[in-house]
């Protein structure tokens, strides 16, 4: 059975420009979650798809966005990147009801 | 609110134990153990629920006090492979609010031969 898969592996963006980041779930899963891994603020959690519906939002401002699409598929956007947005982004599967989050290997964007 | 673990920091030598707490100011209804190895993902080692359900690995052990909100990770016989960051990660009630944890900022825990 096929891991979380994360798209793209390493990046890297000056300030101001915007970034988008793919998540592919484990087959059969419908909840795609997000979260953000900085050495200073640990894991933070950012959002959270289930069958095309944001259903839990974490405190980040308005530049993280996200959708899903209809086979789980997930990405999230960062607008107007900002020095402090370099971090390792995971994204993480559920099936829902064991509640296990299986993750990515992230995306480790770098913003110059 | 984020739950405080502790130690920071566990250096342990081979077949030595540890235990890992995870506090929380909130009532809790899930904790959640994860592993992260340098440069790659964390893993999933053991869901504690209210109620005392668990779901997880057999050689790992954990406890849940639900009146103290705190949960432990115990590490018996430590191996090499057990080096890495330990989280715990706190769940809301709800099968709405699976994705959604709340993470301690992680223990270091080094097995040394």
């Known amino acids: 059975k096929a891991g979380v898969t994360q798209t793209p592996r390493y990046l890297i963006k000056t300030r101001g420009q915007q970034v988008t980041l793919s998540c592919s779930p484990i087959?059969?899963?419908?909840?795609v979650s997000w979260y953000q891994q900085t050495p200073g603020q640990g894991l933070q959690f950012l959002f959270e798809y289930f069958s095309e519906t944001q259903r839990n939002k974490g405190n980040f401002p308005g530049r993280f966005s996200g959708r899903q699409f209809s086979n789980s598929r997930s990405e999230m956007n960062v607008s107007t990147l900002e020095l402090g947005d370099s971090a390792l982004y995971l994204c993480?599967?559920?099936?829902?009801?064991?509640?296990?989050?299986?993750f990515g290997e992230g995306s480790r964007l770098t913003v110059l | 609110q984020q739950p405080v673990q502790s130690p920071q920091a566990v250096i342990l030598r081979e077949g030595e134990d540890a235990v890992i707490n995870c506090s929380s100011s909130k009532a809790l209804y899930s904790v959640h153990w994860y592993r992260q190895k340098h440069g790659e993902a964390p893993v999933f080692l053991m869901i504690?629920?209210?109620?005392?359900e668990q779901k997880g690995h057999e050689k790992i052990s954990a406890s849940f006090n639900e009146k103290k909100q705190q949960s432990s990770l115990y590490l018996t016989a430590s191996q090499l492979s057990y080096s890495g960051t330990y989280f715990c990660?706190?769940?809301?009630?709800?099968?709405?609010?699976?994705?959604?944890?709340?993470f301690g900022q992680g223990t270091t825990l080094q097995v040394k031969p």
């Open positions: 990660g706190t769940g809301a009630h709800g099968s709405g609010n699976t994705g959604k944890l709340i």
């Open positions: 087959s059969g899963h419908r909840s």
């Open positions: 993480a599967s559920s099936a829902g009801v064991s509640g296990e989050l299986f």
């Open positions: 504690l629920l209210k109620g005392g």
